[in-house]
């Protein structure tokens, strides 16, 4: 339920309005805006009818949240949430470029990768730790060597890093590590991770699962919000369809419907949402025009030699290329590269 105050209740009046929806048993949020305080109840619809606010001196008015998603709806925060992933923000009028290998193999190969993404306008490094691998066979990345590789590179090149955790009892070690937690598209429906990761004090960027429609994404989203982390950044990295020429179909309706659904930003992962080194920039500009926050871009620096995702993975050169491709539709989308 969404209760909107007249213009003349204050933050105290709200304050005790709060405690009332709290001792019904319900969630209270407080969500402050430019011209009138919005209120926010969470729970059983039926307890929120019983104290009829509709009738309260200092309620405009109170409408029912119609989606499942309550917290991470646009109905319950209109202006778009801005995420810090410690010095770079993502979600304001700065366009960030998420980039790196998909694993973290050596200190060379880190390093090298970290300074060339740097050096042509990425904010921050991307990089997996712990691999979630189809195969038992595959790779699954060198664990807690990798986190520690993959932090000293973002510091010794300035940039803050993403890698991904795959089992709630990691996300301590992970996050003393990571500036940001990645939740894979194997894991978007792994419940006791998305609470876990809800429970961190690190921002969450959360892939879409290849068969999750954009309401269970959402919902996934919610159950790390409702955890207690307001920090999450939704990414659309591909799903599954019956085409087969491309590793995923990446689908940008997401896009342009997250951005109309929910408050959080939206990056657009095209490396893993095509598995074509050839289609990463055709779809990283297609994703600026739908209206995504950010990109995410696996660059190797030798990508021939890729422990894992070599075939859509950017060599140095080829991600300079993209940058410079992409900067007109960054600037045509009202964007600037994030500083
Ligand atoms: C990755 O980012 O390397 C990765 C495994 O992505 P996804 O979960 O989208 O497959
Ligand atoms: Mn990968």
Do not use: W
Not at 122 to 129: K, T
Not at 287 to 316: F, K, N, R, T, Y
């Amino acid at each position: 339920m969404i209760i909107v105050l007249k213009p003349e209740a204050t933050h105290d009046d709200a304050q005790a309005m709060l405690r009332v929806i709290e001792a019904q048993g319900l969630q209270p949020l407080y969500l402050p805006g430019v011209e009138r305080i919005v209120l926010g109840a969470l729970g059983d619809e039926r307890v929120l009818r019983t104290l009829r606010l509709d009738g309260h001196p200092l309620v405009e008015s109170v409408k029912p949240i119609l989606t499942p998603y309550k917290r991470v709806s646009r109905e319950m925060q209109r202006h778009d949430t801005q995420i810090d992933i410690s010095s770079v923000t993502v979600g304001g009028r700065g366009f960030v470029v998420m980039a790196g290998p998909c694993a973290v193999e050596n200190h060379g190969q880190v390093n090298a990768t970290a300074a060339a993404v740097r050096e042509s306008g990425a904010r921050v490094l991307r990089g997996g730790a712990f691999k979630p691998r189809t195969s038992p066979y595959a790779f699954q990345g060198h664990g807690e060597d990798a986190l520690k590789l993959l932090a000293d590179a973002g510091r010794a090149h300035d940039m803050p890093i993403v890698t991904e955790v795959v089992d709630p009892a990691d996300v301590e070690l992970v996050a003393e590590h990571a500036d940001a937690l990645q939740v894979g598209a194997r894991n978007m429906q792994n419940y006791r991770l998305l609470q876990a990761v809800g429970r961190a004090s690190r921002p969450v960027l959360l892939k879409r699962g290849m068969s999750a429609t954009i309401e269970e994404l959402l919902l996934a989203a919610e159950y790390i919000m409702d955890a207690g982390n307001p920090n999450v950044i939704l990414c659309e990295r591909g799903i599954r369809t019956f085409e087969t020429a491309t590793r995923n179909t990446l689908d940008l309706n997401a896009v342009a419907v997250l951005k109309l659904r929910s408050h959080l930003p939206v990056v657009v992962d095209p490396s893993h949402g095509t598995g074509v080194r050839e289609l990463v920039a055709p779809m990283a500009k297609a994703a600026i025009g739908a209206g995504a926050d950010g990109l995410i871009i696996e660059v190797h620096c030798d990508p021939a030699s890729a422990l894992s995702d070599g075939a859509q993975s950017l060599d140095p050169d080829g991600f300079a290329r993209l940058m410079r491709e992409i900067a007109p539709f960054v600037e045509a989308a009202g964007r600037t590269f994030a500083a």
